[in-house]
């Protein structure tokens, strides 16, 4: 995805008005950055003026993103007439950020200055410029534009901008600083689910990323989410809160998952009108009833991969922007609880009852600061909220290790490994705790994620990787064997590996390799998936061959036949239903190079089906695929196979 944008300037220092002061910046900035951190643009293309503009560049370098500016002049030129009006301190930024973009990522227009038209011509060109470059790698544009709502300067350069985008077609995601933001809230299952309507497993996460909150950022709305896995131990105070008060709900029906039931029901008791419910229809599969008893209900739906495509994202929101524009302005009844029963005396706001408040209120009040710095994806704001959840003398125990684990989930995320395991660390909740699992996860890929930075020292890692196995043994010995817990496992013994002498001759070499064959097949066990029994095979295989085997060899090699048979069929029906799925692609891609060097099949055949995943991939999608090469050609594959498949998936750096 490339994202072309525009906006309002900053205001003068006179202006009566306000159309974007300093006051709305913070906030706008936390909008930005959060919204491009779920997009993960490849490319964001802009000019720099004062105002929207450099907060937009900001916000996409601090996300790590390529940017590049088009400007209408020269840059001196640029200064003089969209910057430096607006003083000292945005003319600062501006010199900052051409430095740390870099003349090479720098276009100067030759347009006049003096002529009123040359925004708007500038404006085109921007858009142009955009679109060429997305045609040339294959991806699409959407647009980001930030102005007030309604504009009280008609005609503006930030509406001629908006109005070109959507003239051609493109997705436009309009943001107003000053916007009175009604309040929403989000119900759905997260992470990998499966789903017993279309008996298939997939990751929910990406439609909250690229469809609901682009969504409700482009319609102003001030949205909240519960995550069920890592919220806090007052989830059902805050969630019914956010339940009962907001404006619009949407209910995401994906998996039939029984928390959203919950939340649904709940809705409808307290709120006559603005519940949407929507069902994500699975590429692939027949359009059926919705998983819940609500057929009576207005469903909006839209389809689906199992890699959600930009395109798709795109539909779905064209799809369900009007449905959620018409809810916020009207308050027609949609809730069957209020259609059949004479409640309208149960109207909103709601308020908690007398003698609800100290304990209660704080567990709230911090639970918005913690949501509010994972929106940010600033892990200033996050270690800023845990200095909070630190200092709160009257919060509860079992919320204080909650909204540390959700704190320390968000580090993650932005790769603070390190701050992320010292906050994980005053977390632990006891054996009998739903937070158990997710806490011996968490804090076992942060230490897994330090241990394999090229920046740590051997020591280091080594005792990250001991810190990790404990966790995960602890999770095994408590009832959480899970296929994720294996995979952290398998991974850990894995890395392990990857520095190690190519040969079997050390008997710590042979223990890792055993136990990462081992906790591969125990995962697959649990869960069989083409993406866990991929992994499966090549342990497997690597595994005979270095003589390294939990079995006989007969056994062994039957224990392999059957791991490649179940996984190419599972590759296979998950490629038939999306053919998009890049996973589900390299993965028979995979298998087929493992028979090739098994001596079943050309070797041409793999690297054939591995130029044809190559086409579907993003770039974290390569580094993975690139890491499994590497491993392969450094046990034993042979380079003159492996450096024609390198080369189709181009350059790329793995840490």
């Not at 179940?566 to 087929?592: G, H, I, M, N, Y």
């Amino acid at each position: 995805m490339i994202i072309v944008y525009a906006g309002v300037q900053a205001d003068e220092p006179e202006r009566m008005q306000p159309r974007f002061p300093r006051a709305a910046e913070e906030r706008l900035a936390a909008r930005i950055r959060g919204l491009l951190q779920s997009l993960r643009p490849s490319l964001v293309v802009g000019a720099a003026a004062s105002g929207s503009d450099i907060v937009i560049a900001e916000a996409a370098l601090l996300e790590g993103a390529d940017v590049r500016f088009v400007m209408p002049f020269d840059v001196e030129t640029f200064q003089k007439s969209s910057v430096e009006g607006r003083g000292q301190r945005w003319t600062a930024r501006y010199q900052r950020l051409l430095q740390t973009v870099g003349s090479n990522r720098i276009t100067e227009g030759s347009l006049d200055p003096d002529d009123k038209d040359s925004y708007p011509r500038h404006n085109a060109h921007l858009i142009t410029y955009a679109k060429a470059l997305a045609r040339e790698r294959g991806e699409r544009v959407w647009a980001l534009v930030v102005r007030p709502q309604p504009d009280d300067d008609a005609g503006s350069v930030s509406d001629d901008f908006a109005q070109r985008a959507e003239a051609q077609g493109i997705l436009t995601l309009d943001l107003a600083p000053l916007a009175k933001r009604p309040r929403g809230f989000v119900a759905m299952p997260y992470g990998l689910r499966f789903d017993p309507v279309v008996r298939r497993r997939y990751d929910c996460d990406p439609v909250f990323h690229r469809i609901y909150r682009p969504l409700l950022e482009d319609l102003d709305v001030d949205w909240a989410r519960a995550d069920l896995e890592t919220d806090s131990g007052i989830i059902h105070a805050g969630m019914i809160e956010d339940l009962a008060n907001s404006d619009v709900v949407i209910v995401d029906l994906a998996t039939a998952n029984f928390n959203v039931a919950y939340e649904l029901g709940l809705r409808h008791v307290f709120a006559r009108s603005s519940t949407v419910l929507v069902y994500p229809q699975l590429q692939g599969t027949r359009v059926g009833a919705a998983p819940f008893d609500i057929n009576l209900i207005r469903i909006h739906r839209f389809e689906r991969g199992t890699e959600l495509t930009d395109e798709q994202s795109e539909g779905a929101i064209r799809r369900l922007r009007p449905a959620l524009a018409e809810v916020l302005a009207s308050r027609s009844s949609d809730s069957p609880v209020h259609e059949w029963f004479e409640l309208g005396g149960v109207r909103g706001p709601f308020r908690r009852k007398a003698g609800q408040d100290g304990p209660v209120e704080t567990d709230l009040r911090l639970r918005k600061t913690v949501q509010s710095a994972l929106r940010s994806a600033s892990t200033d704001s996050m270690l800023a909220a845990a200095a909070e959840i630190a200092e709160a003398s009257d919060l509860s125990e079992s919320s204080r290790i909650g909204l540390r684990i959700q704190l320390g989930n968000g580090l993650i995320r932005e790769s603070a490994y390190e701050a992320a395991t010292a906050l994980l660390e005053q977390a632990e909740p006891p054996a009998d705790s739903p937070l158990r699992r997710p806490w011996l996860q968490k804090l076992a890929m942060a230490y897994r994620r330090i241990g394999e930075s090229s920046r740590c020292s051997r020591a280091t890692a080594a005792t990250c990787r001991e810190k990790a196995q404990r966790l995960l043994s602890t999770a095994i010995q408590e009832g959480f064997g899970d296929s994720e817990t294996y995979g952290i496992l398998a991974g850990l013994n894995k890395r392990a590996l990857e520095n190690r002498k190519p040969a079997m001759d050390n008997a710590g070499v042979r223990g890792r390799f055993a136990l990462m064959q081992e906790y591969y097949r125990k995962g697959f066990e649990v869960e069989p998936t083409f993406y866990t029994g991929v992994n499966l095979v090549m342990a497997l295989r690597l595994g005979i061959r270095h003589g390294v085997l939990a079995e006989g060899a007969a056994e062994a090699e039957d224990r392999l036949q059957e791991a490649l048979t179940v996984t190419k069929f599972l590759a296979r029906r998950a490629a038939e239903a999306d053919p998009t799925d890049f996973w589900a692609a390299v993965s028979q891609a995979e298998l087929l190079l493992h028979e090739s060097f098994m001596g079943r099949i050309p070797a041409a055949d793999a690297v054939a089906a591995y130029g044809r995943a190559a086409a579907l991939a993003r770039p974290d999608q390569l580094r993975s695929t690139i890491y499994q090469l590497d491993f392969l050609q450094r046990w034993g594959d042979p380079e003159n196979v492996i450096d024609p498949i390198r080369t189709l998936f181009g350059t790329v750096t793995v840490e």
